[in-house]
C-alpha cells in the first residue's frame, strides 16, 4: 500500500508538471548531484604548471583542472562518479601521480602539488563537528614560521614544505598572528582572521605573492564559496 505522503508527494510533481505543459513554461529538471575538486600547486614557477586529467582522456582532450605557481582555487563542481586523476606536467604525457576519487554528492577534495609530493586530501567536513580547525601550511622558500592565537603558541619553527594541524578552535572569529625570519634576514608578521563559524576548517597557507612578497592567506576548506 503507497503511502499517504507518496500519494501527496506525486500528485504534487503532476500538478506542477501539468502546470508547466499548459503553460509552456520548460519542465524543471532535478538538481546535478556533483562534488568538488580543487587543484592547488604550491611549487616554484620553474617547475612548470601542473594539470589535473582523467587517465581514460587524451592529453588533447584538455585538463579538468589547472595550477601554477602559489596559486590557490576555489573547488570547482564535476557529477559524482569514481574518477582516476592523474597529475601532468603540461607539455608531457606521463602522470607524476595517479588518484582514484570516489566523488559522491557534496565531497570536497583538494590535490596538492609541492616540491617534496603531490597529494590529495579528502576535505570532507564532518557536520556534527563543535570546533574548528587549522591546517597549517608552510611553502615560503628557506623559511620556518610560527603561528601564534591570543598569544598563545600553536606552533613553532614549521619549516618549507611542513604542514601542522591545529584543532579546537571556537566556533567564531579568531585572530592568527605568522611570524618569520626571512631569507634576508628581516623579520615579518602577518595578523589574519579566521571566522570558524562560517565554515569550521580552514587552511593557512604561507606563500609569496607574484612578486614574491610574504603574504599569508587564509581559505576555507570543504565549502563552495
Not at 538538481?31 to 581514460?56: C, H, Q, Y
Not at 583542472?65 to 592523474?86: K, N
Not at 608552510?138 to 619553527?157: C, Y
Amino acid at each position: 500500500m503507497r503511502s499517504k505522503f507518496f500519494t501527496l508527494a506525486s500528485s504534487y510533481f503532476f500538478l506542477v508538471l501539468a502546470t508547466c505543459v499548459s503553460s509552456g513554461q520548460p519542465i524543471p529538471s532535478p538538481t546535478p548531484k556533483v562534488g568538488f575538486i580543487r587543484l592547488w600547486d604550491m611549487s616554484p614557477s620553474a617547475n612548470g604548471v601542473f594539470e589535473a586529467r582523467k587517465m581514460d582522456t587524451a592529453a588533447s582532450g584538455g585538463s579538468l583542472l589547472t595550477g601554477r605557481a602559489y596559486q590557490y582555487s576555489s573547488y570547482s563542481a564535476f557529477p559524482i562518479g569514481r574518477y582516476r586523476l592523474g597529475v601532468f606536467r603540461r607539455g608531457e604525457s606521463a602522470p607524476l601521480k595517479i588518484f582514484d576519487v570516489d566523488l559522491k554528492q557534496d565531497t570536497f577534495f583538494t590535490i596538492l602539488v609541492s616540491p617534496r609530493s603531490i597529494d590529495t586530501f579528502d576535505d570532507t567536513i564532518d557536520s556534527k563537528s563543535s570546533s574548528g580547525t587549522l591546517m597549517i601550511r608552510n611553502f615560503f622558500p628557506a623559511t620556518a614560521l610560527s603561528v601564534s592565537s591570543s598569544s598563545k603558541s600553536i606552533v613553532d619553527a614549521l619549516g618549507t614544505g611542513q604542514s601542522y594541524q591545529a584543532t579546537g578552535f571556537p566556533l567564531g572569529r579568531t585572530t592568527v598572528t605568522v611570524r618569520a625570519k626571512l631569507p634576508d634576514g628581516k623579520p615579518a608578521q602577518s595578523d589574519l582572521d579566521i571566522d570558524f563559524k562560517e565554515c569550521s576548517h580552514a587552511t593557512l597557507l604561507v606563500i609569496p605573492d607574484s612578486y614574491g612578497r610574504f603574504r599569508p592567506r587564509v581559505t576555507f576548506d570543504g565549502k563552495n564559496l
